[in-house]
C-alpha cells in the first residue's frame, strides 16, 4: 500500500474511536466484516470508496478529511441534523434517562407553555450578561 492509503488506514480507526465504537460494530454498519475492518486498521487493506461513501452518509464524516486529512473529520452539523442526533441519541440511553425526560416533557408543552419557557430562556441569557 502506498503512503496516502496507510494514512486513509488511519483515519479510519481514529473515526471508529472517535465514534467510540468497537470494531465489529462498526463493521456491521458498513456492511463488511469484522475482519476486513481489522485489515484496514492494520494496514492491510485499503479503506474502499464504498466505505468511505457510507462513513460520510452515515457518520456525516468528511469525505476529503479521509481522503487526505485536511479539514476536520465531522461536517458541521446543520439544526435539523443536530436535532436528528440528539433523537437518535435518545433511542440509544437508558430509558427514563434525563435526556428522554426533557424531551417528553418538551413534546407534551402546548403553546403557551412553549411561550412561556421562551419568555423564561430570554430572562435566563438577559441576566448573564
Not at 485489515?39 to 479521509?66: M, P
Not at 433523537?87 to 440511553?93: E, G, N, Y
Amino acid at each position: 500500500m502506498n503512503p496516502q492509503e496507510l494514512a486513509q488506514c488511519e483515519r479510519f480507526k481514529a473515526i471508529r474511536k472517535a465514534l467510540n465504537m468497537k470494531q465489529g460494530d462498526l463493521a456491521k454498519e458498513l456492511t463488511i466484516s469484522q475482519g476486513h475492518a481489522s485489515d484496514i486498521e492494520n494496514g492491510r487493506k485499503a479503506v474502499s470508496d464504498q466505505t468511505i461513501e457510507i462513513l460520510s452518509l452515515k457518520y456525516n464524516v468528511d469525505e476529503n478529511w479521509i481522503r487526505t486529512g485536511k479539514g476536520d473529520m465531522f461536517k458541521p452539523l446543520n439544526r435539523k441534523q443536530e436535532i436528528a442526533k440528539l433523537t437518535a441519541d435518545l433511542f440509544k440511553a437508558e430509558e427514563h434517562s434525563f435526556k428522554e425526560r426533557l424531551i417528553l416533557a418538551l413534546a407534551n408543552l402546548d403553546e403557551k407553555e412553549w411561550e412561556l419557557l421562551e419568555k423564561i430562556s430570554r430572562k435566563i441569557i438577559t441576566e448573564k450578561d
